[in-house]
């Protein structure tokens, strides 16, 4: 049984708001405990001021490991806050969409491809596109997925994988919202993998060489044991600081080679706990879905580690670069450790063994966050259903087919049915009367269910077909073409990709309508006849009635739907129905007479 989303989410946010206080509350007391940690270490030493200094040196050191313990608490419940408090935007956005308010959401200035042959006509992108209401993707490479399903039909067998992981992620949405939330925190941008890429393309400088191994272990030796020899007054102050001193020297030199190695990755280090943190979610995941499960597999490494632990490993190596931030920590370090030394060999050494992972990683992460773009918006209208695919060429059959795009209680929903090759449906109706909304519903749910998506349907079933359409056309300045011209480009592609026998399904509203009347008729009709000759399957809304006299040439391919209006006292009435036969009303002359035209 699906869950009613606008309960859970109220529930969910309730629980959530509850756990906020109480994570709040215990990160409160850990503040407190530190200072008071703070207070009765000084307090300690103050009163044993005048005892041993080990004994001193004991009670520091406590106190100091109590309070670097507190810290770590006091950060850990700090992360959860913010991770909490996400989810709870999160929560308020989708009651938010619920409501059919989506134009504030990101993703509006995606725009489609140029020349795509169906991007444009139905919304797909752009302010209050079918992407910024769909998509909860955070990071670039999961909107390109994303927008590259909504692009180009997969294949039967892609569709169906990530049906099954989309039904899978609906029935987990607080594993969903928690997911999303990981990415928000620092989405993960292409500029960041490619550094990391790049970075594990190049070869090693240090850790492949004797001389350098050498050298990180024997550095440390020679410096803490002339350390240790100067403390107990066998080597004296003079040579002691010559010798610092030369080692200070030489390892800022062996230092400023390394530097271009950490410049590379200091920028991604915000990204790396996005990259941990959703690769852990995913690796604690239940998933019953073959394709979840395929990617969590994708995601180990070839030891036992586990890739969030991987990422993890490669943030604290990063982090102990960070030590050069600080000269009072850094200077000592780096002159008697060659902290710089050690820490590229550590991370020289991590690339060597997760170099050949990096990439399924982000890959992994960006497909799922595309698929649990899917399974939200499937949990989100438990109304719409998954499509069933046919083998047989040309089908397309719908009951309660509506538009996403149009909110629940004002979208009138149409059943139709077609099938086989040739096969033209002529949609004939009144101006306003919902020829191209229809349209755009069979365009737009086809593309989804081409994607893996649930549609706007009781009942869809459909073959695997790509949209080509021919709706909105527009001039272009730049290229010095009309809107004419631009459509008979539109219209050439469609027509050779027809010719070329390929499985596509055509959407043309008022085509030709850039021309004289006698012109457009004497056009339409040939592209027409020319396509039942060609085994194409499409629709066809026109305002031209005599177009449907074509029926009579091809009743076999050619069938007559409409859209019709109702008049009372001049007032305009729709009903958005679809209906067999030709449009008999039509309402242009009232319309213009309403304008003040006196006809």
């Not at 399903?149 to 919202?177: G, M």
């Not at 239940?286 to 586990?306: C, E, M, P, R, Y």
């Not at 009709?525 to 629709?539: D, P, S, Y």
């Amino acid at each position: 049984m699906k869950k009613d989303p606008l309960q859970f989410y109220t529930n969910h946010l309730t629980a959530i708001n509850t756990e906020i206080q109480a994570v709040s509350q215990k990160r409160s007391r850990i503040s407190l405990l530190r200072v008071s940690t703070l207070l009765i270490g000084a307090g300690l030493l103050y009163f044993y001021r005048s005892q041993s200094f080990s004994l001193l040196f004991l009670l520091f050191a406590i106190a100091l490991a109590i309070f670097l313990l507190l810290v770590k608490f006091s950060l850990q419940y700090t992360e959860r806050l913010l991770l909490l408090k996400e989810i709870v935007r999160l929560i308020n956005e989708e009651q938010t969409i619920a409501q059919h308010q989506f134009t504030h959401r990101p993703g509006g200035d995606l725009l489609p491809p140029p020349k795509h042959p169906y991007a444009g006509d139905l919304d797909l992108f752009g302010k209050a596109s079918l992407f910024q209401f769909l998509h909860r993707t955070t990071g670039e490479e999961a909107h390109e997925t994303l927008a590259n399903w909504l692009l180009n039909p997969a294949s039967n067998e892609a569709i169906l994988t990530r049906q099954a992981a989309s039904r899978d992620l609906a029935s987990q949405p607080a594993w969903s919202l928690q997911f999303e939330a990981y990415g928000h925190q620092q989405p993960l941008t292409n500029n960041a993998r490619n550094q990391i890429l790049n970075w594990a393309a190049t070869n090693s400088q240090y850790a492949p060489k004797k001389t350098w191994n050498l050298l990180r272990f024997a550095w440390p030796i020679l410096a803490l044991g002339a350390l240790l020899l100067h403390i107990i007054d066998i080597l004296p102050a003079g040579p002691f600081y010559l010798l610092v001193l030369i080692l200070l020297a030489t390892a800022f030199y062996i230092s400023k080679g390394i530097q271009p190695i950490y410049r590379q990755l200091d920028s991604i280090l915000p990204s790396l706990a996005t990259l941990s943190n959703s690769l852990e979610w995913i690796e604690s995941a239940s998933f019953n879905a073959d394709l979840l499960k395929n990617h969590q597999a994708a995601i180990a490494t070839n030891n036992s580690q586990k890739a969030s632990a991987a990422i993890r490993e490669l943030r604290k190596i990063l982090d102990r670069f960070d030590y050069r931030l600080n000269p009072l920590v850094y200077i000592p370090l780096n002159t008697f450790l060659l902290w710089d030394l050690q820490q590229v060999w550590s991370l020289e050494n991590w690339k060597t063994g997760h170099q050949a992972a990096i990439r399924q990683w982000f890959t992994t992460i960006a497909e799922l966050e595309a698929l649990n773009s899917l399974g939200r918006f499937s949990f989100n209208h438990p109304y719409y259903s998954f499509p069933e695919l046919s083998n047989d060429p040309g089908s397309f059959s719908a009951i309660g087919l509506g538009h996403p795009l149009i909110p629940v209680e004002k979208c009138i929903t149409n059943d139709f049915n077609t099938s086989g090759r040739p096969a033209i449906a002529l949609i004939t109706g009144s101006n306003m009367a919902g020829k191209s909304t229809f349209l755009r519903s069979i365009g737009i749910n086809q593309v989804l269910a081409m994607a893996g998506a649930p549609v706007v349907a009781q009942q869809l079933t459909v073959s695997n077909m790509r949209i080509m359409s021919s709706m909105r056309i527009a001039d272009n300045l730049e290229e010095n073409t009309s809107t004419f011209y631009a459509e008979l480009t539109k219209l050439k592609n469609i027509i050779e990709a027809v010719n070329a026998g390929e499985p596509v399904f055509l959407l043309l509203d008022e085509i030709l309508r850039g021309t004289n009347s006698q012109d457009r008729q004497t056009g339409s009709r040939a592209l027409i006849r020319q396509l039942i000759k060609q085994n194409a399957t499409g629709l066809l809304a026109t305002h031209d009635l005599a177009l449907t006299e074509l029926q009579t040439e091809a009743p076999a391919a050619i069938t007559n739907y409409h859209f019709d209006v109702s008049v009372e006292n001049e007032e305009l009435f729709f009903d958005y129905k679809l209906k067999t036969g030709i449009c008999t009303s039509m309402n242009a002359s009232i319309l213009m007479k309403k304008i003040g035209i006196d006809l």
